[in-house]
Structure formats: C-alpha cells, structure tokens
C-alpha cells in the first residue's frame, strides 16, 4: 500500500500522468485543470504497487487507442470491491485461510503473520483492512495482483464489447496450465461465444506484473515493499557491491543455505605498506587470512618461485 514507486521507471511522463488524471483515469481526486509546465517540475508522484499496475494497464491500452471513456468505465470496474461468492466463503474455514496464506508468506514472516492475523475472524481481518484503507485488495485491482503473486496463475484482462448494444462488459480470465479440464472447457466456451459475435480485448497481466517485480529498475522498490526474503536481499546486496567477485552458494539438506561471498579491495599507499610489513609479504605473494574466532587466525601464504 505504501507509495514507493516513481513515474520514472514506469516511463510515464508527469505531463501524460496529470492529463489522466484529469480526466479521471486515476484511482486518485479528479483535477479539474490540467497542470502547467513549471507545476509539473514541482509535482512528485510516487504509486503504491496497486496504481502502478492500473498505469501499466492503462499505457497497454493507449498504445491500442482506445478511447478515453472505456478507459474511465474499466477504472470504474477495477477499483470496485469483488462480488462475494457466499457459498464459497462458507465452506471456506479460519483454518483454511491461515494455511492457505502460510503456503505462500516466506517462512521468515510466519511468526509475525500468526501474531497479526491469528486471533482474527475473516470478517475482523476484512474490517482490519478497510480500516486501514488495504480494501484495495479486495477490489478487483488486487485480485489480479492477488491472481499472479499469490496463486501462481497468468490471468488476463478482458475487455468485451457487445457488437447489438455496444455495452462494455470486464472480465478477469485464468490461464491456468493446471486447471482441470472443465475449467479449460468452460474457458475454451467463453472464449469461442465471444469471438463469434463480439469485440475483445485481452491484456496479459503477467507480463505486466512481472515487469513491476522483476525488472532491475524496480530491485530497491521490490526490497522496501519486503518481496524478497534474507536470502535474497543478501544476494542482492552482494551483486551491487563493486567490491564483490565471487558468490558462491551451498543449500544442505536440512534447507540451510551458506552464501560465500569473495570480496576483492586494493589498499594503497602507507596502509599497504603496514599490511606487508605485518604479514611478512613480498611482491607476488599471496595470503588468505580466515577469521575463526578471537584466539584462532589461520593464515594461508602462497608464494611464486622465480627460477
């Protein structure tokens, strides 16, 4: 929910930005005015993940010229709280819902998801999240976040106009490789009544959503929203230090992993000299000091013979 994410790596202007928003596009206050040129320099936008999906999706369907107002009547869907299938909210158990989000939390963060959630109802965490305006999460932006991140499927957006009436109509489509053949039959049905009679636009959300997580340009978003678990941000860490040449992984059995990270640094100057005089060093020699504890050095010299 926090706003990290600059306009910059989305390559989106701040002219085209406050142009949407004036006309609505945005899950943000309307302008009335469009902003002037010494405004926009003033102006810095930063997007929580959710509007920085609807900007990526809203770019895809610029780049196809579609009209402004399909635009606005799509935002008007996205931004709006999921029907709730009450049959399947019955059947679907506190404990259920624990597990199914345990499976999915990085083991690090299991502790603090018990401590947060697991004295709550499901009606006490929904009321938890409209209070602390995470509602959007529930509304159909966040399913499709929700879709990609959590259940592992590519969803797709669908945009249908109806050839009679011209009415739009919004779908959320999963393209699950492991669904079951019904669900494949009645994805393949929907699919086929559509294409027979009316205009479809599909946007790919995975592409998209992947672009947000997995681009360069976004690594140190991704850390401050806490998507990467220790093990990661220390490889991450290691690869952006200038200084570090080597990584080397070790995963046991027992799931532990061991990272050795090599480190090369030039000293120069009166330090090197101290350096040397300390190890006992002449030119071309080599030593590897490991550090085991307070009372144990193991130094290891390697020297190059000259004949």
Known sequence: MEKKIPLKPLDVSSRAYFNWKVEGLLNEEQYSERVNDDDLQKKKVFLNVFDALWILIIKELRRLSIDLK???ELKQFMFTPVKKDNDKVTQFTKEDFMSFMLSRVPEEYHEAFHKELADKSIDAIFAMAKESG????FNYIGILLTNVLLLHKAVSLVIIKETNTSELDFLIVANNNKATAKEKEDLY??????????TLINIPILPLVSRLFEDQNFDKYCIAFGLFNSHEKKLLKALNDDRCKKISIIKYDSDN??????????????TAKEIRKILGLKQYEKVEVTYRNDKHVVIKNTQRDKN
């Open 70 to 72: 399909t635009i606005y």
């Open 134 to 137: 995470a509602m959007v999460a």
């Open 189 to 198: 049905k929907l699919y086929a009544t559509h294409f027979s009679k009316d």
């Open 257 to 270: 992993i061991i990272f050795d990270i090599t480190k090369e640094i030039d000293v120069k100057g009166d």
